[in-house]
């Protein structure tokens, strides 16, 4: 079973500021099936980043995706108000198809 | 446009059983695996199972293995996850969520739907 570990557990961060958060995997992953997630509260997660470095859909260029084997980072270049929720890592690679803690960016 | 309409969840007591449905529009339903993701109160997500487009391969965490079913009708477009012997432990939002990739379980969740809260207490 993959484990996946995020820090921070929280970062409190101004607008403007750029941001990296970081996922590590018990196991080397393939870059294929490690998938990032932006949540706000009272919503579902939405597709962020898929295949480590991939933009979903409707996210900006601010956002970014990289990393490989068991080290894996999520960066916004430069935060916007709209950007503070929680983020969580995940592996889809096989079952169980886990995810990470999540790190939490609040408007300090 | 894609939606996902989750139904089913409620209050039950402990050891009680509750399906959940969830709806799905606007993809075509049989080229995509269906996921459920729960969130317990205040708390991160948590994979509980999947199933593939086909509905022949099946995943569990292991906290539900022998006590949650997933399925889906392929001709109703709608996956259920049939939730027996429940415990408080499982209380939370459940989500359905679809594969981002046709044809394979091994892919990120694409489209998610609001989720449907479950409560288990006496």
């Known amino acids: 079973e993959i484990v996946l570990t995020q820090s921070p557990g929280t970062l409190s961060l101004s607008p403007g500021e750029r941001v990296t958060l970081s996922c590590r995997a018990s196991q080397s992953v393939s870059t294929s099936y490690l998938a990032w997630y932006q949540q706000k509260p009272g919503q579902p997660p939405r597709l962020l980043i898929y295949?480590?470095?991939s933009r979903a859909t409707g996210f900006p260029d601010r956002f970014s995706g990289s990393g490989s084997g068991t080290d894996f980072t999520l960066t916004i270049s430069r935060l916007e108000p709209e950007d503070f929720a929680v983020y969580y890592c995940q592996y889809c690679g096989g079952s169980p198809f886990t995810f990470g803690g999540g790190t939490r960016v609040e408007i300090k | 446009e894609v939606q996902l309409l989750e139904s089913g969840g409620g209050l039950v007591q402990p050891g009680g059983s509750l399906r959940l449905s969830c709806a799905v529009s606007g993809f075509t339903f049989t080229r995509y695996a269906m996921s459920w993701v729960r969130q317990a109160p205040g708390k991160g997500l948590e994979w509980v199972s999947t199933?593939?487009?086909?509905?022949?391969?099946?995943y569990y965490t292991d906290s539900v293995k022998g006590r949650f079913t997933i399925s889906r009708d392929n001709s109703k477009s709608t996956v259920y996850l049939q939730m027996n012997s429940l415990r408080a432990e499982d209380t939370a939002v459940y989500y359905c969520?679809?594969?981002?990739?046709?044809?394979?379980?091994?892919?990120?969740?694409?489209?998610w739907g609001q989720g449907t809260l479950v409560t288990v207490s006496s």
């Open positions: 199933i593939s487009s086909s509905g022949s391969d099946t």
């Open positions: 969520a679809s594969g981002f990739r046709p044809m394979t379980s091994l892919s990120s969740l694409e489209y």
């Open positions: 295949d480590a470095s």
